[in-house]
């Protein structure tokens, strides 16, 4: 896969959200024609989390996906490598904890959390299968992961369509809606240039995860992949003992949209 449109480094990247973080939650109603919200309760929904239960919500931004889990008296962490995200986020909500931090080394220690979750920011992670084994570290075995990410229509002429929008249509809207229209430019490219549905579910069987699935949303504009983390054994001797993608593609369940 040609990765070249996500080559910035971390700490160009952060800036870039530091930039559009005033808006940026705005502006992705805007550009996803309100869309973002219904993808966000799939979201919640798949994570099927209770009252009392522990949360790590990566790439968590200013908090908007933090913020079901909070009302519903779920403890949170809203976790993310831009603090000018978090700063928004803590003046809006100041009464969930906003923690800066690195995907591929986070500051938790093992087995923390009762589930994982991170939307529309793998992609942006430099590393991302380093990420995904992170994510399999703090998570309490049995616990659940739950990653909603944009990925690749299933439909060909739909795919098309939907390419055409974001190397276009996109930036164009962004000129006139954010205040940094090149973060857009990038943010579509990353968009195009990432793996498909499963492919990504191969990354989280190889990195230890099991029970995978994924289901389409928008005609798979939006995958939301789900995965637990064993409840016994050792998850790297698991991971060691998965195939190849076209194998590990037969492993995979795909509930209905």
Known sequence: MNRASLDKRPDEV?????DVAPKYDVVND????????RWRRVV?????????????DLAA????????????????????????MLKVGKRRRPDIDFIAGDATRLPFADNTFDATTISFGLRNVNEPKKALAEMLRVTKPGGKLVIAEFSQPVVPLWRTMYTEYL??????????VSSNPDAYVYLAESIRAWPDQD??????QESGWEKVTYRNLSGGIVAVHRAHKPVS?????????????????????????
């Open 199 to 204: 492919h990504l579910a191969s990354w989280l």
């Open 44 to 56: 919640v929904e798949a994570m099927d989390v209770r009252a009392g239960q522990r949360v790590l």
């Open 61 to 84: 931004g200013t908090g908007t996906s933090s913020e079901p889990y909070a009302d519903a008296g779920i403890n949170v962490i809203a976790c993310d490598f831009s603090l000018g």
């Open 167 to 176: 190397m276009r249509a996109l930036p164009a809207i962004a000129v006139k």
């Open 14 to 18: 952060a800036t870039m959200f530091d």
């Open 233 to 257: 054994g050792n998850a790297a001797a698991i991971a060691n003992q998965t195939g190849p993608v076209a194998k590990l593609r037969r492993n995979i369940t795909r509930p209905a949209s």
């Open 30 to 37: 805007v550009l996803s024609m309100g869309q973002t919200r």
